[in-house]
């Protein structure tokens, strides 16, 4: 119960933030839209933080004791593998054409794969937190 609060909540800080602040200083949302936006995403997150927090953990596993650049391509790795079924397949359930989910899913790696390592490293922080308590 311990590492799925914590995978939970390192995920929901983490986007809520990062998404927050792309969508309020780069898109150009309103706070409500934006507030409206992250609540709306709070769900999801919920069931995927612990899930991917597994994920992320069996594959880092299998670079145990490499160098930084193993681990940043193993983050990278297990980000993508990941997220982009789900992001996926919650445009389906958007009901996006096949052409929105493609343009999406294109846009959306890049982002995925600048933002895996830096969240992997927050997720690990947040799991040395919690471990003290």
């Known amino acids: 119960m311990r590492a799925f609060i914590v995978d939970t909540l390192a995920t929901i800080v983490f986007f809520t933030l990062v998404a ?3 969508e309020l200083l780069i898109v150009g949302m ?3 839209q934006v507030l409206a936006t992250r609540a709306v995403t709070i769900p999801v997150m919920v069931l995927t933080g ?5 994920w992320r953990d069996a594959v880092l596993t299998r670079v145990a004791g490499s160098g930084p650049v193993a681990r940043t391509l193993a983050d990278v790795g297990a980000f993508l593998t990941f997220q ?3 992001y996926g397949a919650i445009l389906m359930l958007a009901d996006a054409t096949t052409g929105q989910v ?3 899913l294109t846009s959306a790696t890049f982002f995925m794969v600048i933002l ?3 969240f992997g ?12 308590y």
């Not at 612990?50 to 597994?54: L, Q, V």
């Not at 490293?121 to 003290?132: G, M, N, S, V, Y």
Request: no cysteine.
């Open 30 to 32: 309103t706070p409500g």
């Open 84 to 86: 982009v079924p789900v």
């Open 20 to 22: 927050g602040a792309t």
């Open 121 to 132: 490293l927050f997720l690990d922080a947040a799991r040395r937190i919690a471990a003290r």
């Open 102 to 104: 493609a343009a999406a």
């Open 50 to 54: 612990r899930p991917y927090g597994r």
């Open 116 to 118: 895996a390592r830096p």
